[in-house]
Antibody
Framework: EVQLVESGGGLVMPGGSLRLSCAVS????????LNWVRQAPGKGLEWVGR??????????DYPASVKGRFTISRDDSKDTLYLQMNSLKIEDTAVYYC????????????WGQGALVTVSS | EIVLTQSPGSLSLSPGERATLSCRAS???????LAWYQQRPGQAPRLLIY???TRVTGVPDRISGGGSGTDFSLTISSLEPEDFAVYYC?????????FGQGTKVEIK
């Protein structure tokens, strides 16, 4: 069974930075294409970005809303995914989910339980 | 980017009734690259269907998906208590992938 466990959420001031981690088990991490998806309180889902496996180039993709502020990285030696968030805005407040896409198609087979990030002064 | 509009916003039904949820895309989704997720209160979303109509292993066959082009649907033939939740559609035909705003299925 694939398991994804996020950590690192918390309260941060506008303009600040935060790094989320996601520990992954139950699959061959180095082959996995992984994503972050967020959900603002009481709202819908928004894709935040993806990192491909190193074998597929290890490249990242982001939507315009976070491009240049958020960076996704991976440590295949630790089976861990990261989301570095800089220049945080109040509208970045959300639960952030780590997700696994089981194929090269960008839909999400497995989800973590989420990490709450609150941006507030 | 492709905008997905789900309707209705909420649906109030009784257990045993049939639910039909709609997801309309702002432009045609080729290859039926559309997925459906279920989110119960306090839980992460769960993948139900991909490729518009392929059920994930373990999803009961009372839940089915269909459609093509710009119009897609999710049908629950006979609602069970565990089906009362919010459902989201998602297109992965073009980047960025996008989600609909959700349909809440409530107990009447």
């Amino acid at each position: 069974e694939v398991q994804l466990v996020e950590s690192g959420g918390g309260l941060v001031m506008p303009g600040g930075s935060l790094r989320l981690s996601c520990a992954v088990s139950g699959l061959t991490f180095s082959d996995a294409w992984l994503n972050w998806v967020r959900q603002a309180p009481g709202k819908g889902l928004e894709w935040v970005g993806r990192i491909k496996s190193k074998g597929s180039g290890g490249t990242t993709d982001y939507p315009a809303s976070v491009k240049g502020r958020f960076t996704i990285s991976r440590d295949d030696s630790k089976d861990t995914l990261y989301l570095q968030m800089n220049s945080l805005k109040i509208e970045d407040t959300a639960v952030y989910y780590c997700t696994w896409q089981g194929t090269q198609l960008n839909f999400f087979h497995s989800w973590g339980q989420g990490a709450l990030v609150t941006v507030s002064s | 980017e492709i905008v997905l509009t789900q309707s209705p916003g909420s649906l109030s039904l009784s257990p045993g009734e049939r639910a039909t949820l709609s997801c309309r895309a702002s432009q045609s989704i080729s290859r039926s690259y559309l997925a459906w997720y279920q989110q119960r209160p306090g839980q992460a979303p769960r993948l139900l269907i991909y490729g518009a109509s392929t059920r994930v292993t373990g999803v009961p066959d009372r839940i089915s998906g269909g459609g093509s082009g710009t119009d897609f649907s999710l049908t629950i033939s006979s609602l069970e208590p565990e089906d009362f939740a919010v459902y989201y559609c998602q297109q992965y035909d073009s980047s960025p992938c996008t989600f609909g705003q959700g349909t809440k299925v409530e107990i009447k």
